[in-house]
């Protein structure tokens, strides 16, 4: 995934992004995953800003539970930011949910300087110092703690797993829209 997102999907989640219904949130994120944004301290590196461009061409649906949430609400399961100097134990504590996310400790959301995967309110450091590899390492984390996918969130999870790293391609059941933004972009 490290070597392939910048050269290969990026271009084309920004791309497909652009298509999409414009937000004042979703203009910030294209900027910044444009990395045309230097000293915004309100929005996140031009990495993460492709993953949540990517979270919003795959938004979540509405699945067994029937309750529908929106891309923003989904960042949320996915992506936590918290300031440096505030109390970790106290975060963990309100956090209620057992799936797996990237907590990022900094002064602000584009100058992180930890990133950590909770599980189980539990937080295992991150090896890497990038928005990119820490969600590398989530992603990773739901095959060695042999986890399924937040429900909100399966439609990015499956679309990294059979495009991103090609596990299980055949064998994976995709929604429509994945295999169709999988054909966008090898096309």
Not at 21 to 44: F, G, H, P, V, Y
Not at 139 to 153: A, G, P
Not at 166 to 172: E, G, P, Q, S
Request: with cysteine; glycine share 4%.
């Amino acid at each position: 995934m490290l070597e392939k997102w910048d050269t290969t999907f990026r271009p084309k989640v920004i791309n497909g992004a652009r298509h999409l219904t414009q937000s004042i949130e979703l203009c910030r994120l294209l900027k910044a995953a444009e990395k045309l944004t230097e000293n915004d301290d309100t929005t996140w590196d031009g990495d993460m800003a492709s993953l949540l461009l990517l979270l919003r061409l795959l938004p979540p649906t509405a699945g067994r539970k029937r309750t529908k949430m929106s891309p923003s609400d989904a960042v949320d399961k996915m992506l936590h930011f918290h300031k440096s100097r505030c109390s970790l134990d106290e975060l963990l504590r309100r956090r209620d949910g057992r799936q797996p996310y990237i907590l990022a400790v900094g002064r602000t959301r584009n100058r992180i300087d930890t990133f950590y995967i909770v599980v189980d309110k539990q937080l295992i450091p991150c090896q890497a110092t990038s928005s990119l590899g820490a969600f590398d390492e989530l992603f990773k984390s739901h095959y060695v703690f042999n986890l399924s996918y937040d429900e909100c969130l399966g439609q990015l999870f499956t679309f990294v797993q059979t495009t991103v790293f090609n596990i299980d391609v055949a064998t994976t059941n995709e929604s429509p829209r994945v295999r169709e933004f999988r054909a966008k972009v090898f096309n």
